[in-house]
C-alpha cells in the first residue's frame, strides 16, 4: 500500500517539471522521424510499444528494482554493480550519456532537498537516474511497484511530449496516446517485476541504430 | 582427428578449444583440443606473424538438441584470425533447443572473429551466446551477421525462438551488455527492434578512438539494402545493420574493417582468400 502522502511525493517525483531536462531527449525518435520511420501517431505508438515490451520490462524495471533493493540495503556494493549494467546495456553513446547526465542532474536535485545519503552517494547515483529515482522513491516511503509505475509513466510522456514537437503532432493526438498506452504501463511493470537476474538485458535493433544515427544527424534539437 | 561423439537424445556435443602463443616472431597454435563434429584446417600465414585458421563444422547445420562450444584463447603478444568458409544454419525444430556457445579469452593480444552469416530455418528454437574475455591491452575485432530465414527464396521465419546473448569485458568489468530475443511474430515486427527485416548483424572493434568512429560514420550512410548506424560505447565500436542482406552486411563489414585494422592492431587489412570464393 502507498500511503497518501507517499503518493503526492510519487507525483513530485515524476513531474515533467522536475529541472532535470527530461524534455530534451528524444532517444532516436529525431532520427527515425527524419527517416520516416515515425510518421504519424500510428507509427509513433508501435515504436514506443515495441520498446515498452522490450526495453522496460526486461532492463529498466527489473534493475530499477534491485536498484531500490541494494540501496534501500545500504548495499553500495551491488547497487553499483547494476549500474554498471545498466549503462553497458545502453545501446549507444548517447543513450548511454543520457542516463548519466539525467542521473547528474537528479543527484544535484536530491541533495539541494537534502535527501539523506543523496550528497555521500552521489559518485554512485550521478551515473545513473536509475539510481537516483530509486533513491528519492526509498526515501519517501514510495513502494517498489509504484516507483516503477511512475518510472515507467515518466519516461513515457517525456517520449511522447518530445515526438509531438518533432513529428509533429497536436497536443490532443498527444494526449491520446498516452491515454491508448496507460494500460500497457501496468502490464510492464507487473512483468518487469518478476524477470530473474539471467534474462534482464534487452536490445532494441532498430532504435540502436536510430540513436547512433542521431549522434551525427546534420540538424537537431534534441541531446538524444 | 575429429571424433564423433552422437549422445542420444541430446543431439551433437560438440566443443573446439584452441589456445593460439606468440612463438619468436609468430603466432602459433598451441594447444587444440576438439569434440564431436567442430574442427579447425591447418593454420596459415598470408600476412606476417598473424595466424589464420578456419573453423569448420562439417555437418554444416544444428538441430534441435545439439550444442557447438567454441573456445579460443589468445596468449600475450599473439595474434590469431579467425573466420569460417560457409555459413552456419539451425533448422526446425521439433522442440528441442540448439546451443552455440562462443567463449574468447584475448590476454594483452589480438583475436579477430569474421565468420560467415548465421542462418536460423522457420521454426528454429536456439540460444546463441558470446562471451569475450579481454584483459590489459587486447585487441578485438568480431562480427556476426544473423538471417532469419532465407529471404533470397523468399521464406520468412516463422515463430521459432531465438535468444542472443553477447557480452565483452574488458579486465572483468562489462564494457557491453546485448541480449536480444526474437520469440515470434511481435519480435519480428516490432517496430524498435527488428521492423520486419530478416538480416540483422553487429561489428564489435575494441580499442576505438573518437577520431576513428568519425571515420567510419560516412560508411554507415546510404547504405543499399538496409539501415546502418554505429557507436562508439565505452571504447568499443558498435557497427549495427539491419536489412535484407546478408551479402550487403558483408560487405558493409569488410569495408569498416579494412578502414580500422590498422588502428585497432596494427596490421594492414589483408581479406581472407576465401572471401573472394
Known amino acids: ?224 | 582427428m575429429i571424433k564423433a561423439l552422437p549422445s542420444g537424445e541430446s543431439g551433437w556435443q560438440a566443443e573446439l578449444r584452441l589456445e593460439f602463443t606468440q612463438r619468436s616472431n609468430k603466432t602459433v597454435l598451441a594447444k587444440r583440443h576438439q569434440r564431436g563434429p567442430l574442427a579447425i584446417q591447418r593454420p596459415f600465414y598470408p600476412e606476417a606473424g598473424v595466424c589464420h585458421a578456419y573453423v569448420l563444422h562439417p555437418p554444416g547445420g544444428v538441430v534441435g538438441g545439439d550444442a557447438l562450444h567454441l573456445h579460443f584463447k589468445v596468449e600475450p603478444h599473439a595474434h590469431a584470425l579467425l573466420t569460417t568458409p560457409g555459413a552456419s544454419k539451425f533448422y526446425r525444430s521439433a522442440g528441442l533447443q540448439a546451443a552455440q556457445h562462443q567463449q574468447f579469452h584475448v590476454n594483452d593480444a589480438c583475436l579477430e572473429w569474421l565468420p560467415q552469416e548465421t542462418i536460423f530455418f522457420p521454426n528454429a528454437q536456439a540460444v546463441l551466446t558470446s562471451t569475450i574475455h579481454l584483459q590489459g591491452s587486447a585487441q578485438y575485432i568480431g562480427w556476426e551477421v544473423y538471417c532469419l530465414g532465407r529471404p533470397v527464396i523468399g521464406e520468412t521465419f516463422q515463430p521459432g525462438k531465438v535468444v542472443f546473448k553477447t557480452a565483452l569485458y574488458r579486465d572483468a568489468k562489462p564494457l557491453l551488455l546485448d541480449r536480444l530475443v526474437v520469440n515470434g511474430e511481435r519480435d519480428l515486427f516490432s517496430a524498435a527492434g527488428l521492423r520486419g527485416q530478416p538480416v540483422f548483424a553487429t561489428l564489435l572493434a575494441t580499442p576505438v578512438s573518437p577520431e576513428l568512429l568519425e571515420t567510419v560514420q560516412p560508411f554507415c550512410e546510404g547504405v543499399a539494402l538496409g539501415t546502418a548506424g554505429v557507436t562508439l560505447l565505452n571504447g568499443v565500436l558498435i557497427v549495427r545493420y539491419l536489412g535484407n542482406s546478408t551479402a550487403q552486411a558483408h560487405r558493409l563489414f569488410r569495408t569498416i574493417w579494412q578502414a580500422i585494422r590498422p588502428a585497432v592492431n596494427g596490421h594492414v587489412a589483408t581479406a581472407p582468400r576465401i572471401w573472394n570464393t
Open chain 1, 1 to 224: 500500500m502507498i500511503t497518501n502522502l507517499a503518493l503526492v511525493r510519487l507525483l513530485h517525483l515524476v513531474s515533467p517539471s522536475l529541472p532535470i531536462g527530461s524534455f530534451t531527449y528524444s532517444q532516436g525518435i529525431e532520427w527515425a522521424v527524419e527517416a520516416a520511420w515515425i510518421k504519424n501517431p500510428h507509427d509513433l505508438r508501435a515504436w514506443l510499444e515495441s520498446q515498452l515490451h522490450s526495453g522496460m520490462i526486461y532492463l529498466d524495471v527489473p534493475i530499477l528494482q534491485r536498484l531500490y533493493h541494494s540501496l534501500g540495503a545500504d548495499d553500495i556494493i551491488v547497487a553499483g554493480a547494476w549500474i554498471t549494467v545498466l549503462l553497458a546495456s545502453r545501446e549507444t553513446y548517447e543513450l548511454q550519456l543520457e542516463e548519466k547526465n539525467r542521473g547528474r542532474a537528479l543527484s544535484d536535485l536530491l541533495i539541494a532537498l537534502d535527501i539523506p545519503r543523496a550528497a555521500t552517494w552521489k559518485p554512485l547515483i550521478a551515473q545513473s537516474q536509475a539510481a537516483g529515482f530509486a533513491l528519492a522513491a526509498l526515501h519517501w516511503n514510495i513502494p517498489v511497484e509504484q516507483a516503477a509505475y511512475g518510472y515507467v509513466w515518466s519516461w513515457l510522456e517525456n517520449l511522447v511530449l518530445s515526438a509531438v514537437k518533432i513529428i509533429p503532432l497536436g497536443q490532443t493526438q498527444g494526449q491520446k496516446l498516452l491515454e491508448q498506452l496507460s494500460p500497457l504501463v501496468a502490464e510492464v511493470v507487473e512483468q518487469g517485476l518478476q524477470v530473474a537476474d539471467e534474462d534482464i538485458g534487452a536490445a532494441s535493433f532498430a532504435l540502436a541504430i536510430a540513436s547512433s544515427r542521431h549522434e551525427s544527424q546534420y540538424t537537431r534539437l534534441f541531446r538524444s
